[in-house]
């Protein structure tokens, strides 16, 4: 685990000495937006046009953040259009890899990992040189890949989402709309809870180096938890009838909760199994079409616990726990 200093890789661990044990998330740096026609969007550069084949995605399965642009790729019926490579699961030395022929010996080939295929490069921080060969920061997944001007479109989730959700309109004739005009500032203001309680919340929580830093994010994040469960007792999303990009942005991180967050992380005052409507919540979302195809416990579970040896030394990798997400939910009355 380890980021780039100048376009150099260093092996380092996050920082939290200096911020009283809080783990800081930093900001993505690479936020170039693709548009129907290729106008600038709302940061970075012009000059990314929606095209079919253009562009392609690198993601690992274990990642929540990676996961909603996986979740959006489906749901916008994008699959023919932008294609994917999946790292390894296994976050250890060199970051993420590919399962390709010169990877370190520590590296475990685990099913559905994946060559580079565009480049055949070993590992990730490559990917970001050859975009910008003095790159400094994380070298973090999703990556948004552009094969054209061969850089990197966009390295922030939240922004591929929006993308993927309007701009290939044309493209595919797939007008389904997770961030409609007039549901967006309730999507904003929801977003603006779950973000830092929640979905940053969980790593908030694991990734803290002292009591006091993990009690400060473990105990908002199982308020919101509460307030969620209240809102879900009589709205079968969290706007209603309708899923929205707040529903998928939640989903990543609820899906991940029970089975790595709770053991893992230090997030056990409850399991989501224990909130009956927040887990009904999730199975409904689990079994919208395309959705479980997203979902691979094994990559996610050897992520975690193998690749944080400070939080867990020995890499032994947890077999359970048992749920069944295909279980009925019974909201489709609310
Ligand atoms: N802001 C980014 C965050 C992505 C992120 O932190 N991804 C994690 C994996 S879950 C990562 O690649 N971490 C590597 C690192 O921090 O060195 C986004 O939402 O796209």
Not at 33 to 46: H, Y
Not at 306 to 318: A, Y
Request: glycine share 6%.
């Amino acid at each position: 685990m380890g980021l780039l200093q100048n376009g150099q890789w260093v092996d380092q661990w996050y920082a939290t000495k200096e911020n009283g044990g809080k783990f800081q998330r930093e900001d993505a740096q690479l936020r170039n937006w693709i548009t129907p026609d290729g106008s600038a969007g709302l940061s970075g550069s012009a000059g990314f046009k929606a095209e079919s084949g253009r562009y392609h995605l690198y993601v690992s399965l274990a990642c929540p953040w990676a996961h909603r642009t996986l979740i959006f790729r489906q749901l916008k019926q994008l699959t023919a259009h932008i294609g994917v490579t999946v790292v390894e699961p296994h976050m250890l030395a060199n970051g993420w890899e590919f399962k390709g022929p010169n990877q370190s010996t520590d590296a475990h080939a685990i099913d559905g990992a994946q060559v580079d295929e565009l480049f055949n490069k070993d590992f990730m921080y490559q990917i970001y040189l050859q975009a910008k060969p003095d790159y400094s920061g994380r070298v973090t997944v999703p990556v948004l890949w552009d094969k054209q001007q061969n850089t990197i479109v966009s390295n922030e989730s939240s922004e591929i989402i929006r993308m993927f959700n309007s701009v290939f309109n044309k493209v595919t004739g797939n007008t389904e709309d997770y961030y409609p005009l007039e549901l967006q500032s309730e999507i904003d203001s929801l977003n603006e809870l779950i973000y830092p309680n929640i979905n940053n919340g969980v790593y908030r929580s694991g990734f803290a180096t002292t009591q006091k830093a993990y009690e400060e994010a473990v105990m908002p994040l199982f308020d919101t938890l509460d307030t969620l469960e209240a809102i879900l007792a009589n709205k079968r999303y969290l706007l209603g009838n309708q899923i929205t990009e707040a529903d998928w942005r939640l989903f990543t991180t609820l899906i991940r909760f029970d089975c790595v967050y709770v053991g893992h992380f230090k997030t056990n005052l409850r399991t989501i199994e224990s909130y009956p409507n927040l887990s009904g919540y999730l199975r409904d979302l689990y079994q919208q079409p395309w959705i479980a195809d997203t979902v691979n416990f094994e990559h996610i579970k050897q992520h975690y616990y193998f690749s944080h040896q400070h939080i867990n030394p020995t890499q032994v990798v947890p077999e359970g726990p048992i749920i069944d997400y295909m279980r009925p939910h019974n909201r489709s009355e609310l």
